[in-house]
């Protein structure tokens, strides 16, 4: 009976790690420093050259909110090469009540979400690895 449930538990444990193929990735970005907005950029280039199938989401919010204006932001061009390269940038809504920012002003491309802590929560309880931007 032993035998039976170490095999199982193999089995069980390789089908696992099979799913994994494809990593999943939430970062928070909620630093309005500059220095740190660039170097999250080329973070995000290194990870999808070394594993171009990651699925990658960044949630922006808080002090990071210029991060993602079309007006305001440092890193507006790699912004854009990364969501060509399937990178998600989520926008926290309430941050943008907060500043009066509206839609309209965000790099196009991105989406919204109601609540960016919650949607890192929300990522984390579905399966993704959690990572916070900056030194």
């Known amino acids: 009976m032993k035998k039976v449930i170490v095999l199982a538990l193999i089995f069980f ?3 696992g790690v099979q799913a994994q ?3 999943k990735i939430v970062i928070q970005l909620a ?7 660039r170097s999250l950029t080329r973070q995000l280039n290194n990870v999808l ?3 171009p199938e990651a699925e990658i989401e960044v949630v922006v919010h808080s002090g990071a909110l210029s991060f993602m204006m079309k007006e305001k932001s440092v890193a507006k061009e790699a912004i ?3 969501m060509e390269r399937g990178v998600v940038f989520a926008v926290c809504q309430n941050t943008m009540k ?3 920012v509206t839609e309209k002003e965000i790099i196009p491309g991105a989406i919204f979400v109601p609540n960016g ?3 890192i929560v929300l990522k984390q309880e579905n399966g993704f690895s959690y990572l916070k931007a900056g030194y």
């Open 13 to 15: 444990t390789s089908i």
């Open 21 to 23: 193929d494809k990593h």
């Open 31 to 37: 630093t309005g420093n500059e220095k740190e907005q």
């Open 49 to 51: 050259n070394y594993w």
């Open 80 to 82: 854009l090469k990364s």
């Open 98 to 100: 907060g500043n009066n």
């Open 117 to 119: 802590v919650a949607e």
